[in-house]
Nanobody, 125 residues
Framework: QVQLVESGGGLVQAGGSLSLSCAAS????????MGWFRQALGKERELVAL????????YYAEPVKGRFTISRDNAKNTVYLQMNTLQPEDTAVYYC??????????????????WGQGTQVTVSS
């Protein structure tokens, strides 16, 4: 049984930082591309960062480039999202997700087989 469990969300002031973790069990992380998505109230879920299959490369959505960093520790089966210079518009529920798709950026939500339960990030102005 595959489980993805996010942690590290919370409330932070604008300009602050948070670090999210996603602990995976029931799968071998090195065989998956791992994405961090977010969904703000009333908006669609969107991909913000991706570590491609095996961890070979990364992708960032334009709004978070230069501020967010995705990383993974395959030995610990954990993916991280370091978020710096947070802004109120970053407020959302953040989800990690896993896809077995190889190569390139996997944008479609339906490409991801496994999802975590989400963690709330709130940035106050």
């Amino acid at each position: 049984q595959v489980q993805l469990v996010e942690s590290g969300g919370g409330l932070v002031q604008a300009g602050g930082s948070l670090s999210l973790s996603c602990a995976a069990s029931g799968l071998t992380l090195s065989r998956y591309a791992m994405g961090w998505f977010r969904q703000a109230l009333g908006k669609e879920r969107e991909l913000v960062a991706l570590s491609t299959w095996g961890g070979g490369s990364t992708y960032y959505a334009e709004p978070v480039k230069g501020r967010f960093t995705i990383s993974r520790d395959n030995a610990k089966n954990t993916v991280y999202l370091q978020m710096n210079t947070l802004q109120p518009e970053d407020t959302a529920v953040y989800y990690c997700a896993a896809t077995g798709r190889r190569g390139g950026v996997v944008l479609g939500l339906n490409e991801y087989a496994y999802w975590g339960q989400g963690t709330q990030v709130t940035v106050s102005s």
